[in-house]
Protein backbone atom coordinates (compact mmCIF):
# COMPACT_ATOMS: atom_id res chain seq x y z
CA UNK A 1 0.00 0.00 0.00
CA UNK A 2 1.12 3.66 -0.56
CA UNK A 3 2.01 5.45 2.95
CA UNK A 4 0.46 8.23 3.12
CA UNK A 5 2.10 10.93 4.48
CA UNK A 6 0.06 14.24 5.24
CA UNK A 7 -3.53 13.22 5.05
CA UNK A 8 -5.84 10.39 3.42
CA UNK A 9 -7.64 12.07 0.51
CA UNK A 10 -10.43 9.79 0.31
CA UNK A 11 -12.38 10.90 -2.88
CA UNK A 12 -15.67 10.14 -2.18
CA UNK A 13 -18.03 10.97 -5.19
CA UNK A 14 -21.68 11.64 -3.99
CA UNK A 15 -24.82 10.33 -5.14
CA UNK A 16 -27.45 12.59 -6.48
CA UNK A 17 -30.75 11.29 -6.31
CA UNK A 18 -33.46 13.18 -8.58
CA UNK A 19 -37.09 12.72 -8.64
CA UNK A 20 -39.10 13.05 -12.16
CA UNK A 21 -42.54 12.40 -12.19
CA UNK A 22 -42.18 9.78 -9.21
CA UNK A 23 -39.11 8.11 -10.80
CA UNK A 24 -35.91 7.67 -9.28
CA UNK A 25 -32.80 8.67 -11.61
CA UNK A 26 -31.68 6.72 -14.22
CA UNK A 27 -28.11 4.98 -13.74
CA UNK A 28 -26.42 7.52 -15.87
CA UNK A 29 -27.45 10.44 -12.77
CA UNK A 30 -25.75 7.56 -10.27
CA UNK A 31 -22.54 9.09 -8.34
CA UNK A 32 -21.86 6.04 -6.19
CA UNK A 33 -19.13 6.04 -3.73
CA UNK A 34 -15.89 4.91 -5.07
CA UNK A 35 -12.89 5.03 -3.16
CA UNK A 36 -9.65 6.18 -4.16
CA UNK A 37 -6.41 6.51 -2.14
CA UNK A 38 -4.89 9.53 -3.48
CA UNK A 39 -2.68 11.73 -1.71
CA UNK A 40 0.58 13.45 -2.41
CA UNK A 41 3.89 11.44 -1.87
CA UNK A 42 6.08 13.36 1.19
CA UNK A 43 8.46 10.57 2.34
CA UNK A 44 11.35 9.17 0.50
CA UNK A 45 11.42 5.39 0.77
CA UNK A 46 11.99 4.41 -2.83
CA UNK A 47 14.75 6.63 -2.65
CA UNK A 48 16.53 4.87 -0.16
CA UNK A 49 16.12 1.73 -2.19
CA UNK A 50 17.11 3.16 -5.56
CA UNK A 51 20.02 4.53 -4.16
CA UNK A 52 21.82 1.91 -1.45
CA UNK A 53 24.79 2.19 -2.90
CA UNK A 54 25.85 6.05 -3.66
CA UNK A 55 23.08 7.22 -0.27
CA UNK A 56 25.37 4.84 1.84
CA UNK A 57 28.92 6.35 2.51
CA UNK A 58 31.50 3.18 3.06
CA UNK A 59 33.01 5.57 5.32
CA UNK A 60 32.39 5.98 9.06
CA UNK A 61 33.66 9.42 9.38
CA UNK A 62 31.30 11.75 11.67
CA UNK A 63 29.42 13.24 9.04
CA UNK A 64 28.33 9.66 7.97
CA UNK A 65 27.17 9.10 11.74
CA UNK A 66 25.14 12.20 11.38
CA UNK A 67 23.82 11.21 7.87
CA UNK A 68 22.39 8.09 9.05
CA UNK A 69 21.09 9.42 12.66
CA UNK A 70 19.35 11.80 10.22
CA UNK A 71 17.46 9.08 8.35
CA UNK A 72 16.84 7.37 11.37
CA UNK A 73 15.19 10.92 13.21
CA UNK A 74 13.45 11.79 9.82
CA UNK A 75 11.57 8.28 9.30
CA UNK A 76 10.52 8.65 13.21
CA UNK A 77 9.11 12.20 12.27
CA UNK A 78 12.07 14.04 14.53
CA UNK A 79 12.27 16.83 11.38
CA UNK A 80 14.12 19.53 13.87
CA UNK A 81 16.94 16.93 14.83
CA UNK A 82 17.08 15.42 11.10
CA UNK A 83 17.65 18.67 9.47
CA UNK A 84 20.12 19.22 12.02
CA UNK A 85 22.39 15.88 11.28
CA UNK A 86 21.81 16.62 7.73
CA UNK A 87 23.33 19.91 7.67
CA UNK A 88 26.62 18.08 9.81
CA UNK A 89 26.31 15.57 7.34
CA UNK A 90 26.93 17.86 3.96
CA UNK A 91 30.25 19.40 5.16
CA UNK A 92 31.82 15.48 4.80
CA UNK A 93 32.74 14.88 1.09
CA UNK A 94 32.16 11.55 2.22
CA UNK A 95 28.51 12.12 2.17
CA UNK A 96 26.32 13.17 -0.94
CA UNK A 97 25.69 16.53 -0.64
CA UNK A 98 22.99 16.48 -2.62
CA UNK A 99 20.95 13.62 -1.21
CA UNK A 100 21.71 15.93 2.67
CA UNK A 101 20.12 19.37 0.95
CA UNK A 102 16.85 16.71 -0.40
CA UNK A 103 16.39 15.51 3.16
CA UNK A 104 16.54 18.53 4.40
CA UNK A 105 13.70 19.56 2.28
CA UNK A 106 11.87 16.72 2.63
CA UNK A 107 11.56 17.52 6.89
CA UNK A 108 10.91 20.98 6.35
CA UNK A 109 8.19 19.67 3.59
CA UNK A 110 6.79 17.73 6.29
CA UNK A 111 6.73 21.05 8.80
CA UNK A 112 4.99 22.79 6.04
CA UNK A 113 7.86 25.64 6.38
CA UNK A 114 7.37 26.42 2.60
CA UNK A 115 9.65 29.42 3.15
CA UNK A 116 12.63 27.39 4.22
CA UNK A 117 12.07 24.75 1.10
CA UNK A 118 12.48 27.62 -1.33
CA UNK A 119 15.64 28.55 0.88
CA UNK A 120 17.53 24.74 0.98
CA UNK A 121 16.91 24.73 -2.79
CA UNK A 122 18.46 28.01 -3.43
CA UNK A 123 21.20 27.11 -1.55
CA UNK A 124 21.58 23.49 -3.34
CA UNK A 125 21.09 25.11 -6.47
CA UNK A 126 22.86 28.55 -5.99
CA UNK A 127 19.67 30.20 -7.80
CA UNK A 128 17.43 33.20 -6.00
CA UNK A 129 14.06 32.21 -4.39
CA UNK A 130 12.72 34.84 -7.08
CA UNK A 131 13.99 32.71 -10.09
CA UNK A 132 13.25 29.25 -8.39
CA UNK A 133 9.27 30.66 -8.24
CA UNK A 134 9.53 31.85 -11.96
CA UNK A 135 7.93 29.11 -14.20
CA UNK A 136 9.89 29.40 -17.09
CA UNK A 137 13.24 29.29 -15.23
CA UNK A 138 11.75 25.52 -14.61
CA UNK A 139 11.20 25.32 -18.32
CA UNK A 140 14.78 26.05 -19.33
CA UNK A 141 16.59 24.32 -16.10
CA UNK A 142 19.08 21.67 -16.50
CA UNK A 143 18.82 18.34 -15.52
CA UNK A 144 20.41 17.54 -12.68
CA UNK A 145 19.53 15.71 -9.50
CA UNK A 146 19.70 19.28 -7.75
CA UNK A 147 16.91 20.24 -10.14
CA UNK A 148 14.81 17.39 -10.06
CA UNK A 149 14.59 17.38 -6.43
CA UNK A 150 14.05 20.71 -6.19
CA UNK A 151 11.49 20.48 -8.76
CA UNK A 152 10.01 18.42 -6.29
CA UNK A 153 10.16 19.54 -2.88
CA UNK A 154 8.65 23.31 -4.50
CA UNK A 155 6.23 21.31 -6.93
CA UNK A 156 4.65 19.10 -3.89
CA UNK A 157 4.51 21.73 -1.24
CA UNK A 158 3.35 24.31 -3.50
CA UNK A 159 0.27 21.91 -4.61
CA UNK A 160 -0.56 21.25 -0.94
CA UNK A 161 -0.47 24.77 0.67
CA UNK A 162 -0.68 27.20 -2.12
CA UNK A 163 -2.35 25.06 -4.99
CA UNK A 164 -3.90 28.72 -7.13
CA UNK A 165 -0.12 28.50 -8.34
CA UNK A 166 -1.01 26.34 -11.07
CA UNK A 167 2.14 27.54 -13.40
CA UNK A 168 4.85 26.88 -11.12
CA UNK A 169 3.27 23.60 -9.28
CA UNK A 170 3.06 22.58 -13.37
CA UNK A 171 6.41 23.06 -14.46
CA UNK A 172 8.03 21.80 -11.16
CA UNK A 173 6.12 18.59 -11.11
CA UNK A 174 6.54 18.27 -14.55
CA UNK A 175 10.43 18.62 -14.29
CA UNK A 176 10.33 16.37 -11.13
CA UNK A 177 9.47 12.80 -13.41
CA UNK A 178 12.53 14.06 -15.99
CA UNK A 179 13.77 11.40 -13.58
CA UNK A 180 12.25 8.17 -14.62
CA UNK A 181 13.06 6.22 -11.56
CA UNK A 182 11.36 8.83 -9.32
CA UNK A 183 8.08 7.19 -7.77
CA UNK A 184 7.14 9.84 -5.16
CA UNK A 185 7.37 12.80 -7.98
CA UNK A 186 5.14 10.21 -10.78
CA UNK A 187 2.59 9.94 -7.96
CA UNK A 188 2.50 13.50 -6.94
CA UNK A 189 2.49 14.46 -10.64
CA UNK A 190 -0.65 11.62 -11.32
CA UNK A 191 -2.02 13.68 -8.14
CA UNK A 192 -1.81 17.11 -9.66
CA UNK A 193 -3.86 15.95 -12.59
CA UNK A 194 -6.19 13.73 -11.09
CA UNK A 195 -6.98 17.09 -9.23
CA UNK A 196 -7.72 19.21 -12.49
CA UNK A 197 -9.34 16.52 -14.50
CA UNK A 198 -6.63 15.42 -16.60
CA UNK A 199 -7.51 11.77 -16.28
CA UNK A 200 -5.83 9.87 -19.06
CA UNK A 201 -2.62 11.84 -18.27
CA UNK A 202 -3.16 10.38 -14.46
CA UNK A 203 -3.19 6.96 -15.79
CA UNK A 204 -0.18 7.40 -18.05
CA UNK A 205 1.40 8.40 -14.90
CA UNK A 206 0.15 5.89 -12.57
CA UNK A 207 1.56 3.19 -14.54
CA UNK A 208 4.16 4.23 -14.72
CA UNK A 209 4.41 4.19 -10.88
CA UNK A 210 3.03 0.85 -10.75
CA UNK A 211 5.83 -0.91 -13.25
CA UNK A 212 8.49 1.24 -10.99
CA UNK A 213 7.18 -0.20 -7.73
CA UNK A 214 5.05 -3.09 -7.74
CA UNK A 215 4.66 -3.69 -4.06
CA UNK A 216 2.53 -0.52 -4.63
CA UNK A 217 0.31 -2.39 -6.66
CA UNK A 218 -3.25 -2.75 -5.16
CA UNK A 219 -3.45 1.02 -3.98
CA UNK A 220 -2.24 2.09 -7.57
CA UNK A 221 -4.32 0.06 -9.47
CA UNK A 222 -7.86 0.98 -7.30
CA UNK A 223 -7.44 4.31 -8.23
CA UNK A 224 -6.52 3.60 -11.50
CA UNK A 225 -10.03 1.56 -12.13
CA UNK A 226 -11.45 4.84 -10.82
CA UNK A 227 -9.32 7.13 -13.33
CA UNK A 228 -10.17 4.75 -16.21
CA UNK A 229 -13.76 5.15 -15.51
CA UNK A 230 -13.11 8.74 -15.32
CA UNK A 231 -11.80 9.32 -18.62
CA UNK A 232 -14.21 7.11 -20.57
CA UNK A 233 -12.67 3.70 -20.45
CA UNK A 234 -14.84 1.49 -18.83
CA UNK A 235 -13.25 -2.03 -20.22
CA UNK A 236 -10.25 -0.90 -19.00
CA UNK A 237 -11.31 0.14 -15.29
CA UNK A 238 -12.70 -3.58 -15.39
CA UNK A 239 -9.67 -5.17 -15.92
CA UNK A 240 -8.09 -2.96 -13.26
CA UNK A 241 -10.95 -4.34 -10.77
CA UNK A 242 -9.73 -7.76 -12.36
CA UNK A 243 -6.43 -7.62 -12.05
CA UNK A 244 -6.87 -6.38 -8.24
CA UNK A 245 -9.45 -8.99 -7.32
CA UNK A 246 -6.70 -12.04 -8.84
CA UNK A 247 -3.99 -10.30 -6.76
CA UNK A 248 -5.71 -9.29 -3.24
CA UNK A 249 -8.73 -11.49 -3.64
CA UNK A 250 -9.97 -10.10 0.28
CA UNK A 251 -9.75 -6.57 -0.59
CA UNK A 252 -12.96 -5.13 -0.36
CA UNK A 253 -12.24 -1.71 -1.33
CA UNK A 254 -11.47 -3.14 -5.19
CA UNK A 255 -15.10 -4.79 -4.89
CA UNK A 256 -16.78 -1.74 -4.08
CA UNK A 257 -15.71 0.51 -6.60
CA UNK A 258 -16.02 -2.71 -9.07
CA UNK A 259 -19.51 -2.60 -8.06
CA UNK A 260 -20.35 0.78 -8.99
CA UNK A 261 -18.56 0.29 -12.45
CA UNK A 262 -21.60 -2.34 -12.95
CA UNK A 263 -23.94 -0.17 -11.11
CA UNK A 264 -22.66 2.74 -13.95
CA UNK A 265 -22.95 0.36 -17.01
CA UNK A 266 -26.90 -0.85 -16.27
CA UNK A 267 -25.05 -4.35 -14.94
CA UNK A 268 -27.80 -3.56 -11.34
CA UNK A 269 -27.40 -7.63 -10.85
CA UNK A 270 -23.49 -7.90 -11.28
CA UNK A 271 -23.57 -4.80 -9.24
CA UNK A 272 -25.57 -5.91 -6.20
CA UNK A 273 -23.70 -8.77 -6.21
CA UNK A 274 -20.24 -7.43 -6.49
CA UNK A 275 -21.11 -5.18 -3.44
CA UNK A 276 -22.41 -7.88 -1.49
CA UNK A 277 -19.14 -9.40 -1.52
CA UNK A 278 -16.98 -6.04 -0.56
CA UNK A 279 -19.53 -6.17 2.28
CA UNK A 280 -19.17 -9.62 3.10
CA UNK A 281 -15.54 -9.11 3.07
CA UNK A 282 -15.90 -6.28 5.30
CA UNK A 283 -18.86 -5.17 6.69
CA UNK A 284 -17.64 -1.93 7.71
CA UNK A 285 -17.02 -1.14 5.08
CA UNK A 286 -19.78 2.20 4.98
CA UNK A 287 -19.54 3.04 0.94
CA UNK A 288 -20.53 -0.36 -0.07
CA UNK A 289 -23.03 -0.70 2.19
CA UNK A 290 -24.41 2.92 0.88
CA UNK A 291 -23.51 1.94 -3.12
CA UNK A 292 -25.76 -1.34 -2.23
CA UNK A 293 -28.48 0.66 -1.05
CA UNK A 294 -28.28 3.22 -3.86
CA UNK A 295 -28.22 1.03 -6.63
CA UNK A 296 -31.79 -0.62 -4.35
CA UNK A 297 -33.15 2.74 -4.18
CA UNK A 298 -32.54 3.02 -8.06
CA UNK A 299 -34.39 -0.31 -8.66
CA UNK A 300 -37.36 0.53 -5.99
CA UNK A 301 -36.27 -1.89 -3.76
CA UNK A 302 -36.89 0.58 -0.74
CA UNK A 303 -36.98 -2.04 1.80
CA UNK A 304 -33.55 -3.28 1.10
CA UNK A 305 -32.20 0.24 0.28
CA UNK A 306 -33.60 1.30 3.94
CA UNK A 307 -31.24 -2.06 5.49
CA UNK A 308 -28.56 -1.03 4.40
CA UNK A 309 -28.27 2.36 5.37
CA UNK A 310 -29.62 1.61 8.32
CA UNK A 311 -26.54 -0.78 8.91
CA UNK A 312 -24.60 1.74 7.77
CA UNK A 313 -26.22 4.22 10.76
CA UNK A 314 -25.60 1.59 12.93
CA UNK A 315 -22.52 1.31 12.55
CA UNK A 316 -21.31 5.19 12.47
CA UNK A 317 -23.97 7.18 14.16
CA UNK A 318 -22.19 10.61 12.36
CA UNK A 319 -22.45 9.36 9.18
CA UNK A 320 -24.62 12.46 7.47
CA UNK A 321 -24.74 10.52 3.63
CA UNK A 322 -26.14 7.46 5.37
CA UNK A 323 -29.18 9.77 6.88
CA UNK A 324 -29.64 11.65 3.56
CA UNK A 325 -29.65 8.54 1.57
CA UNK A 326 -32.05 7.03 3.96
CA UNK A 327 -34.25 10.28 4.04
CA UNK A 328 -35.05 9.41 0.30
CA UNK A 329 -35.96 5.76 0.65
CA UNK A 330 -38.44 7.31 3.19
CA UNK A 331 -40.15 9.43 1.18
CA UNK A 332 -39.70 6.67 -1.93
CA UNK A 333 -42.03 4.56 0.98
CA UNK A 334 -43.94 7.40 1.70
CA UNK A 335 -42.84 7.72 5.20
CA UNK A 336 -42.82 12.21 5.19
CA UNK A 337 -42.24 12.34 8.23
CA UNK A 338 -39.35 9.72 8.51
CA UNK A 339 -37.77 11.64 5.49
CA UNK A 340 -37.61 15.03 7.28
CA UNK A 341 -36.10 13.08 10.39
CA UNK A 342 -33.31 11.70 8.41
CA UNK A 343 -32.67 15.06 6.58
CA UNK A 344 -32.73 16.79 9.49
CA UNK A 345 -30.28 14.67 11.07
CA UNK A 346 -27.96 14.79 8.31
CA UNK A 347 -28.15 19.04 7.77
CA UNK A 348 -27.07 18.93 11.52
CA UNK A 349 -24.11 16.64 11.19
CA UNK A 350 -22.91 18.93 7.87
CA UNK A 351 -22.97 21.53 9.55
Same mark, same amino acid.
Request: hydrophobic content about 40%.
Given at each position: ?????????????????????????????????????????????????????????????????????????????????????????? %??????????????????????????????????????????????????????????????????????????????????????????????????????????????? %??????????????????????????????????????????????????????????????????????????????????????????????????????????????????????????????????????????????????????
Amino acid at each position: MITLSKKLLLFLLFFLVTFVGGKVASAQDLELREICYLDYRTDFASLLEKNKDSLFPSSSTLGAVHFYRGLSYLENSMFPEAISDFRIAR %TDSSVSRTFCNFYIGVAFLRLNQSDSILKICSEALNVPITQLRNPSFWQNAPVTQDHIFSGYLIGTDEALNHPTDTNLIENCLAFGIKDQEFLEAYINFGVWNFQNNRFNK %TVELYKHALELEPKYDSTIILCMGVVYRMAGDPDQSLKAYILLKSKYPRFAEGYNNRGCLYAYTDKDNKAISTLTTAIRKDHSLLDALCNRGLVYLKLKNYDRAFDDFTDAIQIDHKFADAYYYRGFTRKAMGDLSGSIVDYSRAIELKK
